[in-house]
């Protein structure tokens, strides 16, 4: 991520451990857009997971975040939801995308990129095609009053088939290996772009012996970037990993028993 100060539209970082939302227990206290706010309400979020106390504050300040905790402790919501903190409001969408969901990510990108939206802004790298079904569908309640386009990479389909579409999004939640044969062989492939590269259930996704492809992947992506990386379990080549892919990661490790 870029150092603090250097984006002209980012509100001000709290020091880390203690920022000005870090005692936030509910939603309601954090600094989110009212589209997010209401969707949070729609979807009956009200209360703060322990990891979303701890992750939410740093990623929501543009911070690049190491996350451990176990599974089924509300992971998803620490990443899909940073893109919605922005208490500016933006004009109309410049993309639309060809269907697909409409996610939280786009205040954060519009921030960055000065109120214009096209192109590639996040990319969120799941082990499995079901959990990355399972994000989308978070995302899809999350994000569901934002203007921005979101699609799933995971096969099943020809890569060629796939990239006409993949150009014209905004969020791909994608599984490693499909990500990065589009990377190798869609035309137009552009990553130049990337706001927030999310890394979700990285243990498993070293588990299955994606290391070679992520590093691929990580090597094509814009340095200046956002990166959320979480997992269930803190092993050595997630330290290894987050070393490679997050910027001071010994600064930004969070986990639930640190609230
Ligand atoms: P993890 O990725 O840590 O395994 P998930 O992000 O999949 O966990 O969350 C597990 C379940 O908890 C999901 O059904 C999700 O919708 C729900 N959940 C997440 N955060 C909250 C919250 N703050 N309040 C209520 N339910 C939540
Ligand atoms: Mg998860």
């Known amino acids: 991520a870029p150092p603090p100060g250097t984006n002209p539209l980012a ?10 939302y870090a005692g936030a227990r509910t939603f309601e206290e954090l600094p989110l857009s009212a589209a997010t706010r209401a969707a949070l309400k729609q979807a009956k979020f009200t209360q703060l997971t322990a990891i979303q106390r701890a992750a939410l504050p740093h990623a929501l300040a543009g911070r690049d975040v190491l996350g451990a905790a176990k599974t089924g402790s509300g992971k998803t919501l620490c990443f ?15 993309s639309s995308g060809s269907g697909g969901a409409r996610g939280p990510l786009v205040e954060l990108l519009f921030r960055r990129r000065w109120g214009k939206l096209d192109g590639l ?16 569908d978070e995302l899809v309640k999350v994000g569901r ?9 995971i096969g099943g389909k020809k890569v ?3 990239a006409t579409r993949v150009a014209s999004l905004n969020v791909l939640i994608a599984t490693p290996g499909r ?3 589009h990377m190798d062989e869609t035309p137009g492939f552009d990553a130049s772009g990337l706001q927030m590269l999310v890394l979700d259930e990285a ?8 290391a070679a492809t992520l590093d691929a992947i990580i090597a094509n992506l814009p ?13 050595k080549s997630v330290r290894d990993l987050a070393r490679l892919s997050l910027d001071h990661p010994d600064n930004h490790m969070v986990g639930p028993q640190q609230n």
Do not use: Y
Not at 11 to 20: K, N, Q, R, V, Y
Not at 80 to 94: T, V
Not at 203 to 210: A, E, M, N, Q
């Open 203 to 210: 243990d498993r996704i070293l588990d299955l012996g994606f």
């Open 80 to 94: 899909l939801i940073p893109g919605g903190w922005s208490q500016i409001s933006w004009g109309p969408a410049h």
């Open 160 to 162: 060629s088939e796939e």
């Open 179 to 181: 990500l990065l044969q």
């Open 223 to 235: 340095r200046a970037r956002q990166t959320l990386l979480f997992s269930a379990t803190q092993t």
């Open 11 to 20: 509100l001000d970082a709290p020091a880390a451990g203690s920022g000005a």
């Open 145 to 153: 009053r934002h203007e921005i386009s979101a699609g799933l990479l």
């Open 121 to 136: 802004g996040a990319l969120v790298l799941t082990p499995t095609r079901e959990l990355a079904m399972q994000i989308f």
